[in-house]
């Protein structure tokens, strides 16, 4: 088994795992965990604009951190990001994508290819 990185680590923690979930199975299983264990909110971005001044996207390890030590979560441009490079690193062949909502790249989501079937993966639109 490949070293996993502290950060893949700790996100596959948060989301119930001891081992990393492999397949479409295993795919279904971290979407399913990340809806329901990561909230859409944005709280977490008026705090930080309120901390800083401006806004700007959440680094890796204060998306962690707001999910494990505040029950926190964030939006498409933070949850989708970070779950599409979690994704990429288990093996899953990943595209994040920017969406149209009436202007262009308003959202974000996932295009995963597992066996050759594209699977659209959105965890950051306050679901489920």
């Given at each position: 088994?490949?070293?996993?990185?502290?950060?893949?680590?700790?996100?596959?923690?948060?989301?119930?795992?001891?081992?990393?979930?492999?397949?479409?199975?295993?795919l279904k299983r971290?979407?399913?965990?990340?809806?329901?264990?990561?909230?859409?909110?944005?709280?977490?971005k008026l705090l930080?604009?309120?901390?800083?001044?401006?806004?700007?996207?959440?680094?890796?390890?204060?998306?962690?951190?707001?999910?494990?030590?505040?029950?926190?979560?964030?939006?498409?441009?933070?949850?989708n990001p970070y779950?599409?490079?979690?994704?990429?690193?288990?093996?899953?062949?990943?595209?994040?994508?920017?969406?149209?909502?009436?202007?262009?790249?308003?959202?974000?989501?996932?295009?995963?290819?597992?066996?050759?079937?594209?699977?659209?993966?959105?965890?950051?639109?306050?679901?489920?």
């Amino acid at each position: 088994m490949k070293h996993i990185p502290e950060p893949y680590e700790r996100c596959l923690k948060l989301l119930g795992f001891k081992a990393p979930p492999e397949g479409i199975e295993g795919l279904k299983r971290i979407v399913h965990r990340h809806l329901c264990r990561v909230p859409f909110e944005n709280v977490s971005k008026l705090l930080l604009y309120a901390k800083e001044g401006r806004g700007r996207p959440l680094t890796l390890t204060e998306f962690l951190n707001g999910i494990e030590h505040r029950d926190m979560g964030g939006t498409c441009h933070s949850s989708n990001p970070y779950l599409s490079d979690l994704l990429k690193f288990l093996g899953y062949k990943t595209l994040l994508l920017g969406s149209d909502m009436q202007e262009s790249n308003v959202h974000t989501c996932i295009r995963v290819e597992e066996d050759g079937v594209p699977y659209p993966i959105d965890v950051g639109y306050a679901g489920p």
